[in-house]
Every structure is written in C-alpha cells, then in structure tokens.
Nanobody, 123 residues
Framework: QVRLVESGGGLVQTGGSLRLSCAASGTIFSLNTLGWHRQAPGKQRELVASITRDSSTTYLDSLKGRFTISRENAKNTVYLQMNSLKPEDTAVYYC?????????????????WGQGTQVTVSS
C-alpha cells in the first residue's frame, strides 16, 4: 500500500525558514499532481501549493511568494520551502498526492494523504 511520509516541521521564530519533505513509497501505479495543504486550529483545511508532473505550480495568493513547491520525480518526493514565516502560518501541514495507488484497504485509490507535520511559528 502507498505511504506518504512528511518531515521537516518544527518550531521556528517569526521570519525563519523551514523545508518540508514528503516521500511517497509503496504500491504506486502513477503519481501525478502533488500538493501541500494546511489546517490551523478552528479553521478549514486549505490548499497551500500544488505541482503537476511537468512542474506547473499553483500557490495560495496570500503567501506572496514566500513559499516554493518543487518535486523530484525520480525520488517520488515533493518539497515545500517556507521562508519569512509568520505566526499565521502555524498549522498542521499535510502532503497530498493525486494518482493511482493501492490504499489502506488494499483497493485502488486516486487520492492519498500523509499524516501531517506540525509547523509552529512563534511571535
């Protein structure tokens, strides 16, 4: 079955940087669009950034160029470079993959989520 494992979260001060990584492994037939979402306490989960197989990217407008998403297809890995972090960036960040996989129940799945990694930005 497919696994998405995020890493790189942690505690940073305002203005600091973090680089999140998400590595996909397991039974993967295709791995197409990859993305990062985040969910802060009391808020809905929102799309932060996404990237297609040909490296076309989409970003949340409010990020104002502070975040950069990238991928290494040979490693089945997607990254999120986060610079000039602000307290409002504090959230659990989730890796998301669209494609064709074998899910937790042993059946084909088109979408899969990682377990999330906590990012906390102190003021």
């Amino acid at each position: 079955q497919v696994r998405l494992v995020e890493s790189g979260g942690g505690l940073v001060q305002t203005g600091g940087s973090l680089r999140l990584s998400c590595a996909a492994s397991g039974t993967i037939f295709s791995l197409n669009t990859l993305g990062w979402h985040r969910q802060a306490p009391g808020k809905q989960r929102e799309l932060v950034a996404s990237i297609t197989r040909d490296s076309s990217t989409t970003y949340l407008d409010s990020l104002k160029g502070r975040f950069t998403i990238s991928r290494e297809n040979a490693k089945n890995t997607v990254y999120l470079q986060m610079n000039s972090l602000k307290p409002e960036d504090t959230a659990v960040y989730y890796c998301n993959a669209e494609g064709l996989f074998i899910g937790d129940d042993g059946r084909p799945a088109n979408e899969y989520w990682g377990q999330g990694t906590q990012v906390t930005v102190s003021s």
